[in-house]
């Protein structure tokens, strides 16, 4: 099931149920909430969190062998993890910049 996102400050956002537990997991939430929220003092650590694991996920990235192909069957779990977190979480993101700048929670 997708998560939906909500803040008064920003448009609602729909994440697919494996991103939206990812993200909710780096914030230190629990992903098994079927409702919660991140208060506006919660939200420069949340955006903290993310903003390191995807510096950590970029790294790891970059220290894989040039020489390992990826597989080229749509399919597989490698193919779907060519997205790198830090493009994954942009849009949650900016909606917690926005949402902690005019002093709003996001609810999910």
Known sequence: MPYKFKSRATADLIMLEANGRQVLEIIGK???DEHGIITAEQIPAA?????AAAA???ARRSAKPEDEEPPQDEGSSANKD???LSRRIAPFVEMLRRSVAEGKEVVW
Do not use: Q, R, W
């Open 30 to 32: 629990s992903p098994d």
């Open 47 to 51: 955006i903290a969190a993310l903003e």
């Open 56 to 58: 950590e996920d970029a």
């Open 82 to 84: 060519n997205v790198g």
